[in-house]
């Protein structure tokens, strides 16, 4: 099987390109995740993850991901990512991802409502969130990312 | 290289959420693929891979899948999504999905017809087809999921 | 950790198909990718990583893969994919895709703009990219893609 993730942490960042792809790219880089390959997975924190807010990802690794974004190219929207990594007491957790034409307080209170769901569904206790949040006004083309990076 | 898959099993389910990605989080929970991490492929079945429907996935882990789905949060629309399994003699299968505003029915012949053609531009024969299939009545946020987990 | 891939090539198809994924399917085959497990992307070459156009990738292997493509059911209209990685000096190189309802040039020269901002931002010298774009002009259901695989 692949290797299952051990650490993990949270990032959200905002910019703009000459292009969506350059935006994308633009906000990966702020993010610190700029210069690796995401592979993107639907969403779950593996058990005994760890948080590490330091973790340096090797250029072009495979770095399992979970993320939300939105490009916007109508000058003067305003746009925003959040994600949110729900922890348990004891055993895996919940990502979940957001991104929309709404204010970074939207977006996060709508992570926490997802997360709160999230663990309702599944029966277990959700004892903390971590979530990262970004807001941009576009410019001329404007990316906002939230993402989890899972790693080892 | 990444390990290939050796094992797989079809599964779909619907369900409703609170959120577009709450009504794909439940359909995840109820086709017992919810506690893991989808990576997403397109969309072969390796060769020799075994069908196992009774696979227990370790959660938390990265699991190749190949799915389609559908959200919608129009109430009384029907939608579904299907996905299908081509079996060759003694080689490679190919994998279809497919979703959309339709019956359940309309949804496996739209994969039946995919798998055949898939199997005919190859020069293959087509000895067996593995479909799940579901359908669903949007009550607020619906979501069907048809998906194909590949593992080890 | 996964793997990071350590050779890669560019591929570019055009297909016709009787539904989307027949389309998209019969393009993978044309490129010579139709037989593998695509794993998307996003989008770095590892340091290192050997140009190997002739290479032969084990039917059902997930394969890590960049790629843009687009579909279309409107006969007549013109579509096009392309996809570019961007080679440094003596580090990582970054792969842009696009794909649009326009010329193969009209794509190729986006690649070459994305990937002269992506160095730019990076602070890196460009001083190679290999580009592969189609253009295709739908009869019923048509579909091109562009893709860099990264293998073994």
Avoid at 101 to 113: D, F, L, N, Q, V
Wanted: net charge negative; charged share 20%.
């Amino acid at each position: 099987m692949l290797p299952t993730p051990k650490k993990f942490f949270v990032t959200a960042a905002a910019a703009e390109g000459h292009s969506c792809l350059n935006a994308f790219d633009n906000a990966l880089l702020k993010a610190r995740i700029g210069n690796v390959n995401l592979l993107r997975v639907s969403s779950i924190l593996p058990p005994g993850a760890e948080f590490d807010p330091d973790l340096e990802l090797p250029p072009g690794s495979l770095v399992p991901t979970a993320y939300g974004s939105i490009v916007s190219e109508v000058p003067g929207e305003t746009i925003s990512a959040a994600v949110g990594v729900g922890i348990s007491e004891d055993t895996f957790g919940v990502i979940m991802e957001f991104s929309g034409k709404c204010t970074r307080e939207e977006a996060s209170k709508a992570i926490e409502k997802m997360l709160q769901e999230a663990f309702q569904v599944r029966g277990m206790k959700l004892v903390d969130m971590k979530i990262a949040a970004v807001e941009h006004t576009v410019e001329k083309v404007g990316c906002c990312l939230a993402a989890v990076p899972l790693w080892y």
